[in-house]
Nanobody
Framework: QVQLVESGGGLVQPGGSLRLSCAAS????????MGWFRQAPGKEREFVSAISGSGGRTYYADSVKGRSTISRDNAKNTVYLQMNDLKPEDTAIYYCASTIGWGYVAPVTAPSYDYWGQGTQVTVSS
């Protein structure tokens, strides 16, 4: 079983930066592709970014491309999401998730993922 715990959320001003972390328990962390999703009140859960098990492949939603960077440190069983130039529209609960396979295309839908963290709140406001 895989347990995921997000951290690093908080209140930031527009234009600010934040780095989210997701710590995974269990073994064989490197075989899992990892993804970040977000969900704002009244909206559906939205894909943000994904990274392959080795870290060699990354994928970003258009809404965050150029402003965000996903990375991982397999020695620490941790995946990160660095977010820059934050906008009020980025306000949401951010979830970390894991999936056993990347496949031929990046996993960009919630049903593609097997394990989820509890979420961490990101609020962008003056």
């Amino acid at each position: 079983q895989v347990q995921l715990v997000e951290s690093g959320g908080g209140l930031v001003q527009p234009g600010g930066s934040l780095r989210l972390s997701c710590a995974a328990s269990g073994r064989s962390f490197s075989i899992y592709a990892m993804g970040w999703f977000r969900q704002a009140p009244g909206k559906e859960r939205e894909f943000v970014s994904a990274i392959s098990g080795s870290g060699g492949r990354t994928y970003y939603a258009d809404s965050v491309k150029g402003r965000s960077t996903i990375s991982r440190d397999n020695a620490k069983n941790t995946v990160y999401l660095q977010m820059n130039d934050l906008k009020p529209e980025d306000t949401a609960i951010y979830y970390c998730a894991s999936t056993i396979g990347w496949g031929y295309v990046a996993p960009v839908t919630a049903p593609s993922y097997d394990y989820w963290g509890q979420g961490t709140q990101v609020t962008v406001s003056s």
